[in-house]
């Protein structure tokens, strides 16, 4: 292998004539075919990945991708045998999954194909004459069914999997439309095509059972289960303005419906007699894509119609028009558009709609353009940018700017950038463009035409010609390496123009046939030639002589090269080998190995070669060349590469053919020896403007800046005004809400006053309520006493029963045990007897056989005697008769061999009867197919009269029917008129009634509202009555824990004075006894009345406290009243918001009603379209409403919040004071008297305020 190596860059070209040529991989990716290749190409990020083709390989025919975006199906052929290649695309990189390459059943090639919906099969077509249908398990490359479409070798176009069913496929050509059902091994068709065949081009799936199907003729077929559903047909209509439109000029359906009085959709008479028949031309469906909404389809040159499902009924109308855009830079602008769209394909969110034409272009549309673009036709934009549509002819580069220049046989030359993988600038002719050539400065372009050669400059925007040359049917041209000369080709002559004077300085005549190649040396001192009458000369320009040649008539040369030492030549041309010349003669040529060499290029390192191949390849060796097949060999084009160059850096390989791509290739050597280094200087960026265009767009800018102060001034003026229109406005509203305010005031007061009332009714009413509940608390609790004691005493009456019933149920199952051990024995005793009655017999029976056994031998003994005698006789018998018959035969073989004879002529006669007979039977049978065939066709045209038969009288009758019920109909409209006229009447008496019950529930929202307020009163009289509860139940308790201290004071008191007792006849110790008890229990008491004399402390820390919780309690109260204020606002507002909305909402009910029954009448009368009112949806209630409370109930918590903290603050300051005052020697607390703990009238004051 070689140690130089070239990698795919970026291609330019796309092969239009691949059956299904163009797909979405995901979102953002694309999948087409160029070359040899299938490119991934990212439409976002603009980078290229490639999927090469099989080696070998002469042409990609078909593609489908799998449903699932996993596979990827070629069709080749590779060295003439049909091969089908699966790629797994998510791998990176794409790897081949399966080769299908050895098949049982004559092919050709594949046409088309497609994968199943899982992914799992797929279906293949085979060309004529076979026109073979495959079902392939491709996974196991196993054929599952194989069935003959046409026997008639017409063209089939398309294959389809029905897309919910794996059984189910679809094909469609020249007069067939067949659906097939794979089902034991077979493919069997299951629809009977009716009618006369069309040319089916294109078909797609619109659902599980229905196809849309596209012909030559431009009519589109619905077919539903194999059954055709609708039709419509598509006519390009060419008016004498030249002005084209497109529209659907006939629709039918199996059901006939006639269109209203305001149908757009004319009848085809209408279109007939409107237009003659030379303004009509047919447009043919190539393509037909299906969306969620309907499908798109090419309706004739440069156009795609898109069709919408209509909502209550099974077919589609024409709902846009996408049209290709005029080309600017076109010469004939109008040849844009006549281009047919091959191949169609939706993104996988529906977002872009992507088509191939038959010019190798593609295009994409967004499909919200389509939406916004009513009316007028949407347009397609390039999806990268115009490619060549013809075979490249000429391919050159330049020094000085990343540029690649290009020449076609599609009358274009095209300027691309290899850096940035885009189109700088092209231009189309009205002349074939045979060769180019580029400046190095990359300025100017020299370019042959059939008629002229023609120097140009290369403008921001435009390539102009400014010298021309008489020169015609030029095919190679070449600038020098330094600018200064170029030379062009015109037969077998070579003219050398200088680019300064542009005058012909010399001509260079010695070839015998067409030169096929020129290239200069690095010195630009000498000129190498090649032609087709094999000779290579080596020309001196200074003397315009040849100072070496080689001749060889045997060999036509394609390529041409020179080294970089300008030593040795190098050509290759139909000999199948590389030559190296130098002084006039071959140094040694390298086999090409069976294939033509069409181009040869050299690095300026002199350390890489490439050359072209006839069959599309490029080979990648070093140099010196190798004797043995040492080289890189890569898939590229699809046709002979017609030219190769290498960029000025040698990093870039430029390669085009005659299958109109251009690849970029990225080259190095391993090895890394003579590739040149970075350049040092960037590339230019100058373009060649000329001052004319200059000074337009300098004039343009003056008028625009004009225009864009002018538009200032107009906006400033008119935000001016609408200040002023605000300003006065908002005036206008402060007054209003003023008013309001003051209005609300006074209702609010009115409305305190009138809760005042309600309060002290219903303090009454709360009264009457508790004491009615105590009575009937008391009678419940008599009555369910009573109640209890009746169901004890039925539980105890139940218990009973069921002790009287288990006794029962124990006695009668040891009497079943009793019966059933009794019966078993009996059974026992009759069974024995039986058996041994049985056995008695059994005996008896034995003997008898034994008895019969005996006699039959006797019997066998006599007859066996009795046979003997018979055969003897017998014997005798036959024995005489043999005699007799041996005399008889001799007699007659005598007569057989006479007989024989006889046999033999007569046996000759038959054999030549039964020749004729054979042939006439031949004929026969011919002549009976002939019959059957034409009694079938006779059966077949009898049973299509019949039903046509059948479907006029149908259809006359569904028109009698119609005209019935039309009549009929118009009866009913003069009726529900007057219905309506009467209704109307009816509907002004309930908008009063309406009225009235509005204000019967405005009076009982305002009921409920003083019912509302009573209650908060009563809650907040409940909660005050368990505040007190709670601080009694806590004196209370205090109270009882001081009388517990004072009787345990007691009780010690005595058991001291009992013990003092004992010491009596002991007067001393008595007295200390005495003492202690004194010191004990005196002082005690004493302290007691200290802390008597300290009450007035108490009394005032009491009354500061009662204080304090009245202040509390007011506080809470105005809290609750302004909360309750602001609820009974809120409340109210939203009662009123809802009364609003039931009144809305049964307005629409009454509105929607009235608008269905229209609809009816209107429908049944067949005036207009039936166009459902779209249903208004219901009223929501408005947010601003409900989030006034909220704000509101925010403000009041924090008001309350600040209040509870300042109260606590209060109250920790008091305890503070009083722990002081206790600190005071003297003072102490009385004993059961206890303060409560902080943390407790916290938690209690929390509780209260929840």
Not at 283 to 304: L, N, T
């Amino acid at each position: 292998m070689s140690t130089v190596v070239a990698q795919w860059l970026h291609v330019f070209g796309l092969r239009s004539h691949v059956a299904n040529n163009i797909f979405f991989f995901d979102e953002q990716i694309v999948i087409f075919p160029s070359g040899n290749h299938c490119v991934k190409y990212n439409v976002d990020q603009k980078w290229q990945k490639f999927i090469p083709g099989t080696d070998k390989s002469q042409a990609m025919l078909a593609l489908s991708i799998s449903p699932n975006r996993r596979y990827l199906a070629i069709s080749e052929t590779v060295q003439e045998k049909p091969t089908i290649t699966v790629y797994e695309l998510s791998s990176i990189p794409c790897r081949k999954r399966k080769v299908l390459n050895n098949f049982d059943f004559p092919v050709q090639k594949f046409i088309s194909m497609a994968f199943s919906p899982d992914s799992k099969y797929l279906l293949t077509q085979t060309s004529p004459p076979e026109s073979n249908l495959v079902y392939w398990l491709w996974e196991k490359q196993k054929v599952m069914a194989i069935v003959r479409t046409d026997a008639q070798n017409n063209p089939i176009y398309q294959v389809s999997f029905n897309p919910q069913d794996n059984t189910q496929v679809c094909v469609t050509g020249n007069g067939i439309f067949k659906l097939l059902r794979f089902a034991e091994g077979t493919l069997k068709q299951t629809n009977f095509q009716r009618g006369e065949p069309q040319n089916y081009l294109a078909h797609a799936w619109v659902s599980d059972d229905k196809i849309i199907v596209g012909t030559d003729t431009g009519r589109l077929f619905l077919f539903e289960s194999g059954d055709q559903r609708w039709e419509t047909s598509i006519m390009v209509k060419e008016p004498t303005n030249g002005s084209k439109s497109l529209e659907v000029i006939q629709e039918s359906e199996s059901l006939i419906e006639f269109p209203p009085v305001s149908s757009p959709i004319p009848s085809y008479e209408q279109v007939t007699t409107a237009t003659s028949p030379s303004q009509l031309t047919m447009p043919q469906v190539f393509a037909i894509a299906a969306y969620s909404k309907g499908f798109a389809c090419s309706a004739g040159p440069g156009r795609v119609l898109l069709f919408e499902k209509m909502e209550d009924k099974d077919f589609y109308r024409e709902s846009r028009e996408i049209q290709i855009p005029i080309d600017p830079q076109s010469n004939d602008p109008s040849q844009s558009d006549k281009q047919d769209v091959l191949c169609m394909c939706f993104s996988p969110s529906e977002e872009t709609l992507i088509a191939s034409t038959s010019k190798n272009q593609l295009y994409s549309i967004t499909m919200s353009v389509t939406e916004i673009s009513k009316g007028e036709p949407a347009h397609f934009e390039y999806l990268m940018y115009p490619l060549h549509s013809a075979a490249i002819t000429g391919l050159a580069t330049c020094i000085r700017k990343p540029l690649i220049a290009t020449c076609s046989l599609d009358r274009s030359i095209r300027l691309w950038n290899y850096e940035t993988n885009t189109l700088e600038l092209f231009k189309e002719y009205q002349e074939e463009a045979y060769t180019v050539s580029l400046h190095p400065s990359g300025h100017y372009v020299v370019v042959g035409f059939a008629d002229k050669l023609r120097l140009m400059n290369l403008l921001i925007d435009d390539i102009r010609a400014f010298k021309e040359y008489s020169v015609r049917g030029c095919r190679e041209c070449s600038f020098s390496n330094g600018g200064h000369l170029f030379a062009a080709a015109n037969g077998n002559v070579i003219h050398i123009f200088t680019t300064t004077s542009l005058e012909n300085i010399t001509n260079l005549k010695g070839h015998t046939g067409k030169i096929r190649s020129i290239v200069w040396n690095a010195d630009d001192s000498k000129l190498i030639s090649g032609g087709t009458d094999g000779a290579v000369y080596e020309w001196n320009l200074s003397s315009g002589k040849r100072e070496t040649e080689c001749v060889l008539k045997s060999c036509s040369y394609n390529c041409v090269t020179i080294s970089p030492d300008s030593k040795i030549i190098f050509a290759v041309g139909s000999d199948q080998t590389i030559k190296e010349i130098a002084d006039s003669s071959i140094l040694r040529e390298m086999s090409a190995f069976d294939v033509i060499y069409t181009a040869i290029v050299i690095s300026h390192s002199g350390r890489m070669m490439f050359v072209g191949t006839s069959v599309g390849t490029v080979r990648a060796m070093k140099y010196p060349l190798p004797l043995q097949k040492e080289f890189n060999e890569y898939q590229a084009h699809a046709g002979p590469v017609t030219k190769m160059l290498l960029t000025f850096d040698d990093q870039y390989l430029l390669t085009i053919a005659a299958d109109g791509c251009l690849f970029t290739w990225k080259v190095f050597d391993k090895e890394g020896r003579g590739i040149k280094r970075e350049r040092e200087v960037g590339f230019a960026e100058e373009v060649l403007v000329t001052k004319t265009d200059m000074e337009e767009k300098a004039q343009v800018t003056l008028e625009l800046k004009a225009r864009v102060e002018e538009l200032k001034m107009e906006n400033e003026y008119q935000l001016r005004l609408k200040d002023m229109n605000y300003s006065e406005k908002i005036k206008e509203l402060t007054d209003k809400f003023i008013q309001e305010m003051e209005s609300l005031k006074t209702k609010n007061q009115v409305l305190r006053t009138e809760k005042e009332k309600q309060d002290v009714l219903h303090h009454k009413h709360i009264e009457d309520l508790l004491g009615k509940q105590s009575q009937e608390l008391q009678d419940l609790e008599c009555c369910n006493n009573q109640k209890l004691l009746l169901e004890y005493e039925k539980y105890q009456e139940l218990q009973l029963k069921s002790q009287r019933m288990q006794e029962e149920y124990e006695k009668q199952l040891r009497d079943n045990d009793e019966t059933k051990s009794q019966a078993l024995e009996e059974l026992t005793e009759f069974y024995e007897a039986k058996l041994q009655e049985k056995t008695t017999l059994l005996e008896e029976a034995q003997e008898d056989v034994r008895q019969q056994l005996r006699e039959f031998e006797e019997t066998k003994k006599q007859i066996e005697e009795d046979e003997d005698r018979e055969i003897q006789d017998i014997k005798t018998k036959y024995e005489k008769k043999l005699r007799d018959e041996k005399e008889s035969n001799l007699r007659l073989k005598g007569e057989t061999g006479i007989m024989r004879k006889k046999f033999s002529s007569l046996q000759k006669e038959i054999e030549e009867r039964t020749n004729d007979i054979e042939s006439l039977k031949g004929e026969q049978v011919k002549l009976q197919g002939v019959i059957k065939s034409l009694e079938k066709d006779i059966q077949g045209l009898k049973q299509e009269i019949q039903e046509r038969d059948e479907t006029i009288q149908d259809k006359e009758k569904r028109i009698y029917d119609l005209k019935k019920k039309n009549q009929e109909l118009e009866k009913f409209k003069f009726v529900l008129n007057y219905k309506i006229k009467e209704l109307k009447k009816q509907i002004e008496p309930r908008e009063d009634e309406i009225k009235v019950m509005k204000e019967q529930i405005q009076e009982m929202e305002s009921e409920l509202e003083r019912f509302h307020k009573q209650n908060t009163k009563l809650e907040l009289n409940i909660t005050e009555l368990w505040q007190k509860l709670r601080a009694t139940d806590q004196e209370m308790l205090r109270e009882i824990q001081k009388k517990r201290n004072l009787e345990a004071l007691v009780r010690r008191f005595k058991t001291d004075l009992h013990n003092c007792v004992a010491y009596i006849q002991e007067p001393r110790l008595l007295k200390e006894k005495i003492r202690g008890l004194f010191e004990k229990y005196v002082q005690r008491a004493d302290m007691v009345e200290i802390a008597g004399l300290n009450t007035d402390l108490q009394q005032e820390y009491a009354r500061q406290r009662e204080h304090l919780e009245r202040n509390l309690a007011t506080l809470k109260k105005k809290v609750v009243k302004e909360g309750e204020l602001h609820r009974t606002d809120y409340v109210r507002i939203m009662q009123e918001n809802v009364t609003l909305i039931k009144e809305i909402n049964e307005l629409r009910r009454e509105l929607k009603f009235t608008r269905s029954q229209v609809y009816d009448l209107e429908a049944a009368l067949k005036l207009t379209k039936k166009i459902r009112p779209q249903e208004v949806p219901e009223a929501v209630p408005s947010r601003d409403m409900l989030s006034i409370a909220p704000t509101m109930r925010l403000n009041e918590q924090e008001e309350t919040g600040r209040i509870i903290e300042m109260q606590r603050i209060e109250i920790r300051r008091l305890r503070d004071q009083i722990q002081e005052q206790e600190q005071v020697p003297g003072f102490h607390t009385p004993p059961g008297i206890r303060l409560p703990s902080l943390l407790d009238s916290e938690v209690d004051f929390e509780l209260q305020t929840k």
